[in-house]
């Protein structure tokens, strides 16, 4: 059985979501060439809330994007564990444009590595951004996010769910500990 | 999800797990087929090797480029001119391709059971592309994702599978895949071209064309193969097409909203009329797009994590 200890509520998620996105408008100075990605699954429904927000907050629709990274991961071939393909879709072009790339945890940051060589086969961003709802450490690669909810000390033997879905009332971060 | 076997042999030995598992991962490559950049780097470092030793441009070309596209290494041998006209066994030829370490071999043979032999004596993972009168699970595989990417479903539709049913391998492995998927199967064709017990297959049989295809939210046209002709299977080409053919007279017995797929290559004016070949209800060229997301899907999935 695992331990499950609740470490952001709905109410939390939806600040950090809202502080998100003025940061993004602020670095970027607005939303001109700004385009939003999520990472499959656990950032897409961050990466829309992100956009709604920005939306709300210039009056503008900033376009948005999937990315499922599986087929760019390095171990593929190694690891016995074989997620299930999801959904790469962007509907538009990456050249000269702003990317901020969403997703819910910032762990060891392979996944990030994969979207990024993901994102440059799409074409030539201006620049790539990371915003991310929880940042729990034990990094493996040289990578940084630009944008944090909420930074977690974790210990390696602990799981950090984001459980994010349409139902905001019953969002939640938990960390689950195998006793 | 992992799909646990070394091999795809056949369909009769897939669970409706796994096809359901290859279907919908093959789905998610269909977008890397649309990029500008159509390529990923997934497989690098494998080697496929395309062993043929029966003509071939589709099935080859699609395995080619299914496997280029995830960045694999491809070989095409093709046995008119390799060795095996020097007299090499089949074994040997197998033994020695081993040697050299690649990590798929995917065979066309027309022997029944060539890929079932060839998995046994090499380590490799095997593909079959097609064994004779056997089976071709490629391509029911790529039918079945046509069919449920046009219908949204498999369950419940009623397919007519008309021609050649006792040499066909493309009809015995959608037999196999489509009862299983819980579609109904009506098959149809001269007496000569039905396969002996063909009800333990668990379809309906027919002699008149228009009783299998009454109805039918899915008419799959087999290819004539007209190299048999001396074999008196059937009495004349002009025959066949009047008796068996698909014409538009005949697709209005369908339901309204009816898909035409061919395997293919066609022999237009026989088994189909070239109206119906390139009229609305024909998805042939589809079934071709998603053979390349079918083969890239079988390639991921037996590579890596072993």
């Given at each position: 059985?695992?331990?499950?200890?609740?470490?952001?509520?709905?109410?939390?998620?939806?600040?950090?979501?809202?502080?998100?996105?003025?940061?993004?408008?602020?670095?970027?100075?607005?939303?001109?060439?700004?385009?939003?990605?999520?990472?499959?699954?656990?950032?897409?429904?961050?990466?829309?809330?992100?956009?709604?927000?920005?939306?709300?907050?210039?009056?503008?629709?900033?376009?948005?994007?999937?990315?499922?990274?599986?087929?760019?991961?390095?171990?593929?071939?190694?690891?016995?564990?074989?997620?299930?393909?999801?959904?790469?879709?962007i509907?538009?072009s990456l050249d000269?444009?702003?990317?901020?790339?969403?997703?819910?945890?910032?762990?060891?940051?392979?996944?990030?590595?994969?979207?990024?060589?993901?994102?440059?086969d799409f074409g030539?961003?201006?620049?790539?951004?990371?915003?991310?709802?929880?940042?729990?450490?034990?990094?493996?690669?040289?990578?940084?996010?630009?944008?944090?909810?909420?930074?977690?000390?974790?210990?390696?033997?602990?799981?950090?769910?984001?459980?994010?879905?349409?139902?905001?009332?019953?969002?939640?971060?938990?960390?689950?500990?195998?006793? | 999800?992992?799909?646990?076997?070394?091999?795809?042999?056949?369909?009769?030995?897939?669970?409706?797990?796994?096809?359901?598992?290859?279907?919908?991962?093959?789905?998610?490559?269909?977008?890397?087929?649309t990029r500008e950049i159509k390529k990923?780097?997934?497989?690098?470092?494998?080697?496929?090797?395309?062993?043929?030793?029966?003509?071939?441009?589709?099935?080859?070309?699609?395995?080619?480029?299914?496997?280029?596209?995830?960045?694999?290494?491809?070989?095409?041998?093709?046995?008119?001119?390799?060795?095996?006209?020097?007299?090499?066994?089949?074994?040997?030829?197998?033994?020695?391709?081993?040697?050299?370490?690649?990590?798929?071999?995917?065979?066309?043979?027309?022997?029944?059971?060539?890929?079932?032999?060839?998995?046994?004596?090499?380590?490799?993972?095997?593909?079959?592309?097609?064994?004779?009168?056997?089976?071709?699970?490629?391509?029911?595989?790529?039918?079945?994702?046509?069919?449920?990417?046009?219908?949204?479903?498999?369950?419940?539709?009623?397919?007519?599978?008309?021609?050649?049913?006792?040499?066909?391998?493309?009809?015995?492995?959608?037999?196999?895949?489509?009862?299983?998927?819980?579609?109904?199967?009506?098959?149809?064709?001269?007496?000569?071209?039905?396969?002996?017990?063909?009800?333990?297959?668990?379809?309906?049989?027919?002699?008149?064309?228009?009783?299998?295809?009454?109805?039918?939210?899915?008419?799959?046209?087999?290819?004539?193969?007209?190299?048999?002709?001396?074999?008196?299977?059937?009495?004349?080409?002009?025959?066949?097409?009047?008796?068996?053919?698909?014409?538009?007279?005949?697709?209005?017995?369908?339901?309204?909203?009816?898909?035409?797929?061919?395997?293919?290559?066609?022999?237009?004016?026989?088994?189909?009329?070239?109206?119906?070949?390139?009229?609305?209800?024909?998805?042939?060229?589809?079934?071709?797009?998603?053979?390349?997301?079918?083969?890239?899907?079988?390639?991921?999935?037996?590579?890596?994590?072993?």
């Amino acid at each position: 059985m695992s331990k499950k200890r609740v470490v952001m509520d709905s109410e939390g998620i939806e600040r950090s979501l809202t502080r998100i996105s003025y940061e993004i408008l602020e670095k970027n100075k607005g939303v001109e060439d700004l385009v939003i990605i999520g990472i499959q699954k656990g950032g897409v429904v961050l990466a829309e809330r992100i956009r709604d927000k920005i939306s709300g907050i210039e009056n503008t629709k900033v376009p948005i994007g999937k990315l499922d990274i599986t087929l760019y991961r390095d171990d593929l071939l190694t690891s016995s564990r074989k997620p299930r393909m999801g959904k790469t879709d962007i509907p538009f072009s990456l050249d000269n444009k702003k990317v901020v790339l969403v997703d819910d945890v910032l762990f060891t940051g392979r996944t990030i590595r994969a979207a990024m060589d993901a994102l440059i086969d799409f074409g030539r961003p201006r620049l790539i951004q990371l915003a991310v709802l929880i940042d729990r450490g034990h990094r493996e690669l040289p990578i940084r996010a630009d944008f944090v909810g909420k930074n977690l000390p974790s210990s390696l033997w602990e799981k950090v769910n984001v459980n994010v879905t349409s139902e905001k009332a019953r969002d939640e971060v938990v960390i689950l500990e195998n006793t | 999800m992992k799909l646990a076997r070394k091999d795809i042999l056949g369909i009769r030995d897939l669970t409706v797990e796994e096809i359901n598992l290859i279907l919908d991962t093959a789905e998610s490559f269909i977008e890397v087929s649309t990029r500008e950049i159509k390529k990923v780097p997934t497989l690098r470092g494998v080697t496929v090797m395309n062993l043929f030793y029966e003509p071939s441009t589709r099935t080859r070309t699609s395995f080619e480029i299914a496997a280029k596209r995830l960045s694999a290494d491809t070989i095409n041998i093709s046995t008119t001119t390799s060795s095996v006209v020097k007299g090499e066994t089949f074994v040997d030829t197998a033994k020695n391709l081993e040697a050299m370490n690649p990590d798929i071999i995917v065979l066309r043979h027309s022997a029944a059971g060539a890929p079932h032999m060839l998995s046994r004596v090499v380590r490799q993972r095997v593909i079959n592309a097609g064994d004779g009168a056997h089976e071709h699970p490629t391509q029911a595989l790529l039918d079945m994702m046509t069919i449920r990417e046009k219908k949204k479903r498999i369950a419940g539709l009623r397919v007519a599978i008309v021609g050649d049913i006792a040499h066909s391998r493309v009809a015995r492995s959608n037999i196999y895949g489509l009862t299983k998927m819980g579609a109904k199967v009506a098959v149809a064709g001269p007496s000569t071209m039905m396969p002996r017990f063909v009800d333990r297959l668990g379809v309906e049989a027919h002699h008149c064309v228009n009783d299998a295809i009454r109805d039918a939210d899915i008419i799959m046209m087999l290819r004539i193969q007209t190299e048999r002709q001396d074999m008196s299977v059937f009495p004349s080409l002009r025959e066949y097409a009047n008796l068996f053919g698909l014409n538009r007279r005949r697709v209005a017995l369908a339901r309204q909203d009816v898909i035409i797929m061919h395997p293919g290559p066609m022999n237009r004016g026989v088994e189909i009329s070239p109206d119906v070949a390139d009229g609305p209800y024909s998805v042939i060229l589809d079934q071709v797009t998603n053979g390349v997301a079918v083969r890239m899907a079988l390639l991921y999935l037996l590579s890596g994590g072993n």
